[in-house]
């Protein structure tokens, strides 16, 4: 089972969607070219977010092994937004968001077809 943040690391208005947990219950974390981010890489990622993106509320949850693309719940929008590692602050955003979890798992699955083909 995978690491994944306590209660006590999540922010006050947040928890895992359950279709998340089930994914990762199900040992389903690597969707090449994305994998769940776990243990102390989640947390480490979740400090260099916070720093990188003060204005935003982020929850890490994937990262893609071929760039520095991150998945993550906007708190503030309420679905999935992909964020560009590394981009200056306004310009991280990359593409559009996702609805939910979900959706980006749909589109993660897409990537994983694509990936491999």
């Not at 928890?15 to 969707?31: K, N, Q």
């Not at 947390?43 to 693309?69: T, W």
Request: aromatic share 10%.
């Amino acid at each position: 089972m995978a690491h994944l943040l306590t209660d006590d690391d999540l922010p006050e208005d947040f928890s895992y969607a359950p279709e998340f947990l089930r994914v990762v219950e199900l040992g389903l974390t690597d969707l090449e070219p994305w994998w769940i981010v776990d243990g102390e890489l989640l947390r480490s990622g979740m400090r260099l977010l916070a720093s990188a993106y003060p204005s935003r509320r982020l929850v890490l949850f994937a990262k893609r092994q071929d760039n520095d693309d991150v998945a993550c719940w906007d708190l503030d929008t309420g679905g999935v937004a992909v964020v560009h590692m590394g981009a200056t602050p306004g310009w991280e955003q990359r593409g559009p968001q996702f609805t939910d979890f979900n959706s980006w798992l749909r589109q993660a699955v897409e990537d994983l077809i694509e990936h491999g083909a």
